[in-house]
């Protein structure tokens, strides 16, 4: 029998299974973490009722695997173990995952195509740049809508529940808290690579001499000016492109800037890389446990520690599945998606404790 007890942080009710009395567990919602009850006393049977209901809304069986939406218990991963389990759900239900995830690819592109059609309407009239900025924040914003759906769907496809079509259109009472997700990790991605790049940048150029305009004011020398000719090329016989090549090899400091930028981009791709994978279960805690933007990313920190080489190796797998998809003349996307997307959705609801880690056996 599951216990039910009362957080003492945020008096939020939870659940565990029978077998973790006596053990610690942390609350999904604040954090908290809390002895659990040794002994619990018998539901009256209105409460009873009440538990039986909800457990057989929330809980499912695939094969001897269970599946259960409780308090997370966050829960180390094995590489074999998420894609053995992703790929057996994957063959038992992969015409509905091809199906939604289809669905999900030709909304999107249908969504980019009129946001570009808009956009290129907006150039011929007397506002472009507001056309164009209500189409780029439409398309943001339908997106977002579809993701939170289509996230949704698959959640439910890979705890055995019933999915629908209908979920991939359910994703509006998610939209703002998606939305913030992706405004925060954009930020923090784009922190890095400032930092990261801009420190090295400012450096290379403030510490190379400018020695060709020292050069050519030593000796007298006339600087032609280069102007574009309506052939495309300019007055020194150089095209456009090789004119500003030119100019950064005669102007040391701008090769030493952009020297610094290369040397930053390779500083910061391993924290950005960690990053990512850091904060790349916020949105599946947004939808599956109605987290807001700042405690499903930093929840999704807690869950991922321990995990994220086993994250990392899960993607590059996940990302040549879908490279295998793209030679395919992009068609073989359609037939590959599903298959990542509930290899992915496996490790969250594995990593979150509501899954077990063992491999699916044969039934």
């Known amino acids: 029998m599951p216990i039910e007890f009362v957080c003492p942080e945020c008096r939020a009710t939870l659940r565990v299974g029978d077998d973790a009395r006596g053990k610690k567990a942390q609350c999904p919602q ?14 009256s049977p209105s409460q ?4 039986l209901s909800v457990e057989q809304s929330d809980t499912t069986f695939l094969g001897q695997s269970h599946i259960t939406r409780g308090p997370m218990l966050p829960v180390r991963i094995d590489f074999g173990s998420v894609l053995s389990r992703g790929w057996r759900i994957a063959s038992r239900r992969y015409g509905l995952a091809l199906l939604g995830s289809t669905l999900f690819l030709l909304l999107n592109i249908a969504g980019g195509m009129i946001a570009n059609a808009i956009s290129e309407w907006g150039r011929l009239a007397v506002d472009p740049l507001s056309i164009s900025f209500a189409s780029t924040v439409g398309r943001i914003l339908f997106d977002t809508w ?10 439910k496809l890979t705890r055995g529940q019933t999915a629908r079509v209908a979920d991939l259109f359910a994703g509006g009472k998610f939209l703002w808290r998606i939305l913030g997700v992706n405004i925060l990790i954009v930020l923090s991605l784009s922190a890095i690579l400032i930092i990261g790049c801009g420190i090295p940048a400012l450096i290379g150029y403030l510490s190379a001499p400018d020695a060709a305009v020292r050069d050519r004011a030593e000796d007298g020398a006339t600087k032609v000016v280069a102007t574009e000719t309506p052939s495309g090329k300019t007055n020194n016989g150089l095209t456009t ?23 930053g981009l390779m500083l910061v791709f391993l924290p950005v890389i960690i990053l990512g994978i850091m904060f790349s279960q916020a949105v599946l805690l947004v939808v599956d446990r109605g987290m807001g933007s700042l405690e499903a ?7 991922t520690r321990g995990n994220r080489f086993t994250l990392f190796g899960l993607g590059l797998v996940l990302s040549f599945i879908s490279f295998l998809g793209v030679l395919a003349f992009f068609i073989g996307l359609f037939f590959v998606i599903p298959v990542c997307w509930i290899i992915g959705t496996t490790a969250f609801l594995t990593m979150t404790g509501q899954m077990s880690a063992e491999p699916i056996s044969e039934v």
């Open 146 to 155: 579809l993701f939170g759906g289509v996230t949704l769907f698959f959640l």
């Open 241 to 263: 492109d090789e004119s500003a090549d030119q100019e950064m090899r005669q102007n040391p400091r701008t090769a030493a800037a952009m020297a610094g930028i290369g040397i």
């Open 297 to 303: 990313m930093r929840q999704s920190i807690r869950i």
């Open 30 to 43: 604040c954090g908290k973490i809390s002895e659990l009850p040794s002994q619990i006393a018998p539901p």
């Open 48 to 51: 009873a009722a009440s538990t």
